[in-house]
Each structure stands twice: as C-alpha cells, then as structure tokens.
C-alpha cells in the first residue's frame, strides 16, 4: 500500500518565498540580503586569484522632487525604468542591487579603478535619455561612489560604507561620480561629535524656525509661510541646514528633527 501527494505547489510557494526574501519587490532586483552574499563571495575569489574588485554606490539626484510633485506612483514607475536600464550595462558576472528608496549598488567583479569608471560612465549614458512617465518626460541625473578592494577594504561593509562616502563627495561636488578619498571621509571624531551634539540640540529643542512668506502675487496679500529650520551651535552659531540635515538623515534623526519642526 502506498499514497501520492504532489507537492509541487509546496515548492512554487518555496520558491516564491525564497525569491522575494532575497529580492526587491518593487525593482524584481537583488536586495542587501543578496547584495551582501554576492559581495562575500566575490571577495573571498577576488583573493583566491588576486584579482581586484569594485563596489558602486547610486543615489538619483533631487528624486525627492519627482515624488512630491508627480506622486510615488510616478517615483515607483521611474525607480522600475532605472532598475531596467542600469541592468542593460552589466555582464553576467556583476550585480546591480536595490538598497531602497532611490539608492543602488553595483558590484564590479574583477574590475580595477579604470574598468570601474568606464562602467559608471556606460550607467550615466543609459540614464541620459528622458524617462516617459503618463506623458511626463523626466530628465534623471545621479550620483555615484566608487570603492576598490582591496585598496579600499577588504570585507564588504566597509567597501559599502566607503562607496557610499564617495557617492556623498559626488553629490556636493556635483561632479557625476568620485572614488573613494579618505582625506574627504568625514566619518571622523569631529564629526561624530557633530553628531551627539545634533542629538542633543534636538532633544533640548535648540533648534530655530526662520518663517519665510508666501505671497499670493494676484491679491500682493500673505497667505502662509515657510518654516526653514537653523541650529544654532553654541560654538559653530547658526548651522545651515546643508551641514546638520545630511547629518540628522545618515545617522536616522531625521524623523526626530521632523517632529520636533512640526510641533
């Protein structure tokens, strides 16, 4: 005596389940998970043959303003358009993972500093052309940070976390992409001091509001205003936002300065 019982339904669920634990559901592109098991690997053989490696950080230049004018729908469309397009610049051997938001990386395999730049100008000319979003042509520009191994680490993280340096050197520079400079790493003590005395000045409400008009230009009458948040540093005095938001969005303040500017 004996039973049958199909379980193939079992396993596409299996499959299913594994699928999305280690992939974005928005893009269909690998996620961290699998961003940093690829790298793992990718490090452990780029030893084993003495071979270089790169990792690329990619974030979309004022992304925001898509989202708050056109509607996540239209953000969610453009994220899918350049996930499509970054993977058309890679060979089999590379990776280009989503890490959420507007934010990619790249993994290079066997690529050395040129052979990394040369893929990150192939990734700028894919994203040149205008997107089409429900007749809306969307012009797209980013910024990318480049980290070599072993040059620049030699465990994932670190290449991560210093591509992602090199990707924030590029946006203030404006200048497309930028390796890995450690005299331009801001990750020191004085920064993290930065930091704590930021988490202070939120918690002990020493920020200010500057409130700028808004004119309706028919009646010439005031009908609201701007908040501008300030810091004002007991030593440094009045902070620009372009030096503490960046601060407050890297080291997760941000939702705490957000609610403490709304109150």
Same mark, same amino acid.
């Given at each position: 005596?004996?039973?049958?019982?199909?379980?193939?339904?079992?396993?596409?669920?299996?499959?299913? @389940?594994?699928?999305?634990?280690?992939?974005?559901?928005? &893009?269909?592109?690998?996620?961290?998970?699998?961003?940093?098991?690829?790298?793992?690997?990718?490090?452990?053989?780029?030893?084993? %043959?003495?071979?270089?490696?790169?990792?690329? @950080? @990619?974030? @979309?230049?004022?992304? +925001?303003?898509?989202?708050?004018?056109?509607?996540? %729908?239209?953000?969610?469309?453009?994220?899918? %358009?350049?996930?499509?397009?970054?993977?058309?610049?890679?060979?089999? &051997?590379?990776?280009?993972?989503?890490?959420?938001?507007?934010?990619?990386?790249?993994?290079?395999?066997?690529?050395?500093?040129?052979?990394?730049?040369?893929?990150?100008?192939?990734?700028?000319?894919?994203?040149?052309?205008?997107? &089409?979003?429900?007749?809306?042509?969307?012009?797209?520009?980013?910024?990318?940070?480049?980290?070599?191994?072993?040059?620049?680490? #030699?465990?994932?993280? &670190?290449?991560? +976390?210093?591509?992602?340096?090199?990707?924030?050197?590029?946006?203030?520079?404006? #200048?497309?992409?930028?390796?890995?400079?450690?005299?331009?790493?801001?990750?020191?003590?004085?920064?993290?001091?930065?930091?704590?005395?930021?988490?202070?000045?939120?918690?002990?409400?020493?920020?200010?509001?500057?409130?700028?008009?808004?004119?309706?230009?028919?009646?010439?009458?005031?009908?609201?205003?701007?908040?501008?948040?300030?810091?004002?540093?007991?030593?440094?005095?009045?902070?620009?936002?372009?030096?503490?938001?960046?601060?407050?969005? %890297?080291?997760?303040?941000?939702?705490?300065?957000?609610?403490?500017?709304?109150?």
């Amino acid at each position: 005596a004996g039973s049958l019982t199909n379980i193939s339904e079992h396993k596409r669920q299996e499959a299913s @389940m594994h699928h999305q634990a280690l992939h974005d559901a928005l &893009t269909g592109l690998p996620n961290r998970v699998l961003l940093d098991d690829r790298l793992e690997h990718a490090i452990l053989l780029a030893h084993h %043959q003495n071979e270089p490696l790169a990792v690329v @950080m @990619m974030d @979309m230049d004022r992304f +925001k303003d898509v989202n708050d004018t056109l509607g996540h %729908q239209i953000g969610d469309v453009l994220l899918k %358009q350049i996930a499509a397009r970054l993977q058309t610049t890679l060979s089999e &051997t590379d990776t280009v993972a989503r890490f959420g938001g507007d934010e990619f990386s790249i993994l290079l395999s066997g690529m050395n500093r040129e052979g990394a730049a040369a893929a990150v100008d192939r990734a700028v000319q894919k994203l040149k052309p205008p997107f &089409t979003i429900d007749n809306h042509h969307l012009n797209i520009e980013a910024s990318f940070g480049i980290a070599l191994y072993p040059e620049h680490g #030699s465990d994932g993280n &670190t290449l991560i +976390k210093r591509a992602d340096v090199a990707m924030y050197t590029a946006k203030q520079a404006r #200048s497309g992409y930028a390796v890995y400079d450690p005299t331009r790493d801001q990750n020191s003590p004085r920064r993290l001091a930065l930091m704590g005395e930021l988490r202070n000045a939120i918690e002990y409400n020493k920020l200010l509001l500057h409130y700028q008009p808004k004119v309706d230009l028919s009646s010439g009458l005031v009908c609201g205003v701007e908040a501008l948040v300030r810091w004002e540093h007991p030593e440094r005095g009045l902070v620009s936002p372009d030096d503490f938001i960046p601060l407050a969005e %890297q080291s997760g303040m941000i939702d705490a300065l957000t609610e403490r500017v709304l109150n």
